[in-house]
């Protein structure tokens, strides 16, 4: 073979290889969250902070990813709808925003899976579902929990040691909840979750990439998403292919601005910079790493969450602390005398964040930070 | 601005296919390939190949296109395939041993990192030891190809390597990256020899300001040819200091590096023959590089980052009207903080791998040349350098 021809079958492949925008199709699918139509009604969730799991005239089914959701529903018809709400604060309340009432439960009082039956005529009606005090500034605690894939088989022990922990409000997750993301496996992730006395907020990680497009945005919402939660910002990022897409970048400089005067957590799967560099289980690309860090600490970014490395380090990019934390059981980083953990952070909307822990399932007393 | 490559990924793909089997030669009329050099010499010098044994009288086949054929079936698991069909058990042996030692190495690298779960203390060495021998088993492919297509009748013997006391570099370089604003950057290098010594500073410039990248390499090398020395092969061996320091305007940081590596070409006329003018080059070592950021009215702590340097190239030289030194050469390259990066998949796996790229080197006369090159990171890379040098091989130049 000549050099020329060499050279040019190389370049050739170079391009047919390339791909600078491997999370783009799935940045797009988020855009259609949170939105269905049936026959009698449409329904939108707003900031698409909800999976919309099932819609017909009778029953509408939703999946949540915050702790507080508005819905708006555009009725065509008179209906008796039956509201299912999954991943819910245990103190979920349904409140009519036009009225101002609470609605009652039908059931599931004190659990994460509640439902409401709704009467409903034709028009737009606008509901909020939400804990009471949620929107009041306050201390809180929440857990995170990432890095379980094939480990599921033994999540219980985890789910058992996170109930156990007093005042948590709800468990926040770095992605790889699964192994391949395949729906089987999406199936029983949330079958496991049932014992779980918190909601479990999510985004997606490389091992959810296994199916295309992934079934995880039809199962558990948006990859990409931000809510508050008693006056503290939770920015979600979708980093499961080492980059994060440039349109997610956009709706991150809105996100940064909302939050640029309160406590901020960002949280994504594989971090921008790994703190062992010559491994780099993290972003493909230094300078979009460093970009990112850069924006978060401009914007005041108070803590970065992050899973991927099956272990625990605490460090801190551009002066912001962060956790890498994938304890959830999937094959464990040797020699680091970790083993399966998962954290435990107190925070303050006026005061920040106030302290960390991990907490060690199998082994061991935990590590204050 | 969105950019889809996809129609253009088709078109390559197709291209490829087409490269490829155009590439072989028509070759029912050739006849087993006669290693005794054409045209004596330029000077003195001494072949360091060992001069392989003929091609045995009664070979599998005297077809390169069924040679060519075997290289690829079986040779893609039993590599130097191609060169035992038309004889040349030697090299065949060369190869296929080098296949191994692949083989072992990248399995050695990937079974210590699922093992170790990616352990810190290990993932390095692990990561270079499985990169190494994923490059040198597609180097023994290549190469097995490439001796059994490649003719050129011994021509090649005949050109003499002697490297430039001075070489410089200007260009222009595209990056497609659709998280950075730049777009085009004016590439600038030197490159000075003296003995063993080397010294290469280079520039990138970005065309609207908004990017800056300096980069200064001092080296020494071990082995191999020096300015005024003319030899066959371009074997060598180099250690080299690296310091980089490159600002993102816009982005707000900056980041100054220091690297170490040590540099290797290895020609694979040491194997026989018929692999003359084919080569493999090896790069390892490590970087540490400072992130200073830049972010009015904060004071905003630096970060420290190292990296694993690795990089692996199988090239070939040029032949015809193409002047000594021109080559052409496809590599992967590990490093992740240069402006390809590294490579995103659509799948599980990104992050963790560099990017790929080639680049050609033609001097269309002893002095000038051009240079093309071109990367696929998680950001496109291309460009064209006009290159001028010293004449190659200076009056009286010793041969070693």
Redesign the interface.
């Known amino acids: 073979?000549?050099?020329?021809?060499?050279?040019?079958?190389?370049?050739?492949?170079?391009?047919?290889?390339?791909?600078?925008?491997?999370a783009e199709e799935r940045t797009l699918r988020d855009l259609e969250v949170g939105h269905a139509k049936a026959s009698a009604l449409d329904v939108e969730v707003g900031a698409g902070l909800a999976a919309v799991r099932s819609l017909s005239r009778d029953t509408l089914s939703l999946w949540l990813s915050a702790p507080s959701v508005d819905v708006s529903l555009v009725v065509r018809d008179t209906l008796s709808l039956g509201l299912r709400v999954e991943n819910a604060l245990p103190a979920l309340e349904l409140n009519e925003l036009d009225t101002g009432r609470t609605l009652p439960l039908t059931s599931g009082a004190g659990d994460t899976k509640k439902s409401w039956q709704l009467a409903l005529t034709p028009g737009s009606w606008h509901f909020r579902l939400a804990a009471p005090g949620a929107r009041k500034k306050g201390e809180f605690r929440f857990a995170l929990l990432s890095d379980v894939q094939e480990a599921i088989d033994r999540i219980q022990d985890v789910y058992r040691l996170i109930n156990a922990e007093p005042e948590l409000d709800f468990l926040l997750g770095a992605g790889d909840l699964t192994e391949e993301g395949e729906i089987d496996e999406l199936e029983r992730f949330q079958h496991e979750l049932a014992t779980l006395a918190v909601p479990y907020y999510t985004t997606l990680g490389?091992?959810e990439?296994?199916d295309?497009p992934p079934a995880y945005q039809d199962w558990f919402g948006r990859a990409n998403f931000q809510f508050a939660h008693r006056g503290v910002y939770f920015t979600m990022l979708d980093s499961?292919?080492?980059?994060i897409d440039?349109l997610a970048?956009d709706w991150l400089a809105s996100w940064l601005a909302n939050a640029k005067n309160s406590v901020h957590v960002v949280a994504m799967h594989?971090p921008p910079?790994d703190?062992?560099?010559?491994?780099?289980?993290?972003?493909?690309?230094?300078?979009?790493a460093?970009?990112l860090?850069?924006k978060l600490?401009?914007a005041g970014v108070d803590l970065t969450l992050y899973g991927h490395?099956?272990?625990y380090y605490s460090f801190?990019?551009?002066?912001i602390a962060a956790f890498i934390s994938g304890g959830g059981g999937a094959?464990?980083?040797?020699?680091?005398d970790i083993g399966r953990h998962f954290m435990v952070f107190d925070v303050d909307a006026e005061r920040g964040v106030l302290s960390s822990k991990v907490v060690r399932v199998d082994q061991g007393a935990p590590i204050d930070e | 601005m969105r950019?889809s490559?996809a129609p253009?990924?088709g078109v390559?793909?197709l291209?490829?296919c087409c490269?490829?089997i155009?590439?072989?030669p028509a070759s029912a009329a050739e006849t087993s390939p006669q290693l005794a050099p054409r045209s004596a010499p330029q000077s003195a010098a001494t072949p360091v190949a060992t001069p392989t044994p003929a091609a045995k009288a009664n070979p599998l086949t005297r077809d390169r296109g069924v040679a060519a054929g075997l290289a690829m079936v079986p040779g893609l698991a039993l590599h130097g395939s191609g060169h035992y069909a038309l004889g040349h058990e030697k090299t065949a042996r060369a190869l296929f041993i080098t296949e191994g030692i692949a083989v072992a190495l990248t399995l050695a690298g990937y079974a210590t990192l699922?093992?170790?779960?990616?352990?810190?203390?290990l993932?390095?060495p692990a990561?270079a030891a499985t990169v190494f021998g994923a490059g040198l088993i597609f180097a023994s492919f290549g190469a097995d190809?490439?001796g059994t297509?490649?003719n050129d009748g011994g021509a090649l013997d005949s050109r003499l390597r002697a490297p430039a006391r001075f070489e410089s570099e200007f260009g222009y370089r595209y990056v497609?990256?659709?998280?950075?604003s730049y777009g085009g950057f004016v590439v600038q290098s030197l490159t000075l020899r003296e003995a063993g010594f080397r010294f290469t500073p280079s520039a990138w410039f970005a065309n609207d300001s908004s990017n800056v990248r300096y980069r200064v390499e001092a080296a020494y090398r071990l082995q191999g040819l020096e300015p005024g020395q003319v030899g066959p092969l371009d074997d060598h061996v180099e250690i080299v200091l690296g310091a980089l320091h490159?600002r993102?305007l816009p982005?707000?940081?900056r980041?100054s590096g220091v690297e170490f590596t040590l540099d290797t070409r290895f020609d694979f006329a040491h194997f026989g023959d018929t692999l003359r003018g084919s080569f493999i080059d090896l790069s390892l070592g490590?970087g540490r590089?400072k992130?200073s950021?830049d972010?009015a009215g904060?004071q905003?702590?630096s970060?420290t980052?190292?990296?694993?340097l690795a990089r692996m190239g199988l090239g070939?030289?040029?032949?015809g009207r193409?002047e000594s030194g021109?080559?052409?050469r496809?590599y992967y390259d590990h490093r992740?903080?240069d402006?390809a990066?590294?490579?995103?998949?659509?799948?599980?796996?990104?992050?963790?791998?560099g990017k790929?790229?080639?680049d050609?080197r033609w001097f269309f006369t002893p002095r000038l040349g051009l240079l093309?090159d071109?990367?696929?990171?998680?950001?496109?890379v291309g460009g064209l350098s006009l290159l001028f040098r010293e004449s190659r091989l200076q009056p009286g130049a010793s041969s070693r």
């Not at chain 1, 073979?1 to 491997?22: E, F, I, K, Q």
């Open positions: 073979m000549s050099g020329r021809a060499y050279g040019v079958a190389w370049l050739s492949l170079l391009v047919a290889l390339g791909c600078t925008r491997p490389n091992h990439l296994g295309r499961a292919s080492a980059t440039p970048n594989i910079f703190p062992v560099g010559t491994r780099n289980a993290a972003f493909a690309s230094r300078a979009e460093a970009t860090v850069a600490a401009e490395i099956h272990s801190r990019n551009a002066g094959t464990p980083e040797r020699a680091d | 950019v490559f253009v990924r390559a793909g291209l490829l490269v490829t155009q590439s072989a699922r093992a170790s779960g990616n352990s810190r203390h993932a390095g990561l190809l490439y297509l490649a497609a990256d659709p998280h950075f490159q993102f982005e707000h940081f980041r490590y590089a992130v950021y972010l904060l905003i702590p970060d980052d190292d990296l694993l070939v030289a040029l032949r193409a021109s080559e052409v496809v992740h903080d402006y990066a590294g490579l995103l998949t659509p799948g599980r796996i990104s992050g963790v791998f790929l790229g080639a050609l093309l071109a990367q696929v990171g998680s950001a496109f």
